[in-house]
């Protein structure tokens, strides 16, 4: 069963464009919603998190935006960059448990072009 | 300061054999969890450690077992391997069970032929 439904599957930028990612959950249980940035050949990466008590958080170019009654929450990358072309995971925590019993989305290839 | 070490960082077994993978955690980390990543897929949770006991665990047969040392260092055993086992395996450490301040390893590509 997947909790955590990730689109899209992947998504071309051009430099200085903004990528959207988008993500909605199942479980209101979740009560912790990181971003991962992830290169070929690395681990996941935490980029930027945020909990259902806030609708937005903003890191640098990075913004999490948070829908509690649609159960929705979204990255937008601003001024997108070359170094920036990764694939991105949403996931989710449950309230309760313990801080690493994350739930992952499937992912979205960025590539952002020149 | 070093991050989360994982080895080997590939392998090749046999359908039927048994490997076991390894991590180090973060200096200052307690707490490993162990994630399984099929190709384009998500890291899917498969355990976690601490205070050398299975703390949580996720929807994997019993297959999977794991361990975790006195100096927080962690293994992934995985017997009588299946073609479906072949993926990337991804540890992640953090400083307590509370703490959602994780780092995650480079992983070790297991591939089961």
């Known amino acids: 069963q997947q909790q955590v439904k990730q689109s899209p599957q992947s998504l071309i930028v051009q430099k200085g464009g903004i990528s959207i990612i988008n993500c909605a959950y199942e479980n209101t249980a979740f009560d912790y919603f990181p971003w991962y940035q992830q290169f070929p050949g690395k681990g996941p990466a935490l980029l930027i998190a945020i909990r259902p008590d806030v609708s937005e958080k903003k890191e640098g170019r990075f913004t999490i935006s948070f829908n509690k009654s649609a159960k929705q929450f979204s990255l937008h990358i601003m001024d997108s960059q070359p170094g920036d072309s990764a694939t991105y995971f949403c996931a989710a925590n449950p309230r309760g448990g313990t801080a690493s019993k994350l739930t992952f989305g499937t992912g979205t290839r960025l590539q952002v072009t020149l | 300061d070093a991050g989360v070490t994982q080895s080997p960082t590939h392998l090749i077994k046999t359908r039927g054999q048994q490997v076991t993978l390894r991590c180090s955690p973060k200096?200052?980390?307690?707490?490993v969890s162990w994630y399984q990543q099929a190709l384009g897929q998500g890291p899917q949770f498969i355990f976690q450690?601490?205070?050398?006991?299975?703390?949580q665990r996720g929807n994997f047969p019993d297959r999977f077992s794991g361990h975790q040392f006195p100096n927080y260092s962690s293994e992934l055993n995985v017997n009588a391997l299946l073609l479906g086992d072949s993926a990337l395996y991804l540890c992640?450490?953090?400083?307590?069970?509370?703490?959602?301040?994780?780092?995650f390893g480079s992983g070790t590509r297991l591939t089961v032929v």
């Open positions: 450690y601490y205070e050398e006991e299975e703390r």
């Open positions: 992640a450490s953090s400083p307590d069970l509370a703490d959602y301040g994780y780092t």
């Open positions: 200096s200052g980390h307690d707490t």
